[in-house]
């Protein structure tokens, strides 16, 4: 269900990808993109709005696989959204997050949250922690993401994120 309608959209999601190390990218093999498509067209009936008040028909988002027709994990992402960030590869890396906490079966994330996007009381999985400490992960201690975290920060508050991405994926070069 793959939806682009540019090639800079298309090098856009290409170049966030040939970012991330190795050991991650066969968890993408299962997970579509969708570009500035209306999810309602897609076949996909999201809620009216996300928790926080942002609406799902303009905010970049993962969508699990029982909530779509084919079964896949499908990443939602909006070009007016991602005009919002200096990296929108980071928003990105995010969401692939997401759709690699789903491939390890939505297990129960219990780290502590760091930034309040994360400790909001309706993530009763975790999944926006898992998400966020994903891509801290993908920052090492000099490097900042648009949020001017990274592993450093992780670490400080809490250590075993860093330590299950090394697991999975390898420590960072």
Not at 36 to 64: E, F, M, Q
Not at 72 to 84: A, G
Not at 141 to 151: G, K, L, M, P
Request: proline content about 5%; some cysteine; overall charge negative.
């Amino acid at each position: 269900m793959q939806r682009i309608k540019h090639n800079y959209q298309f090098n856009l999601i290409r170049g966030a990808i040939e970012l991330l190390p190795k050991k991650v990218k066969p968890y993408l093999d299962q997970v579509d993109f969708v570009v500035d498509y209306n999810p309602y067209w897609l076949g996909y009936n999201p809620p009216k709005a996300i928790k926080d008040g942002r609406s799902y028909l303009n905010t970049c988002h993962c969508v699990w696989s029982w909530n779509t027709p084919d079964n896949k994990p499908v990443i939602f992402l909006y070009s007016e959204n991602l005009r919002l960030y200096d990296n929108p590869s980071e928003v990105i890396w995010h969401e692939i997050g997401h759709a690699i906490h789903e491939q390890l079966d939505l297990f129960t994330c219990d780290w502590i949250g760091i930034t309040n996007y994360e400790k909001q009381d309706w993530d009763w999985w975790g999944c926006e922690c898992f998400a966020c400490s994903f891509e801290r992960w993908l920052f090492k201690d000099r490097q900042v993401d648009d949020w001017e975290n990274n592993q450093e920060m992780q670490r400080k508050y809490d250590k075993r994120p860093i330590e299950f991405f090394n697991n999975l994926f390898g420590k960072l070069n």
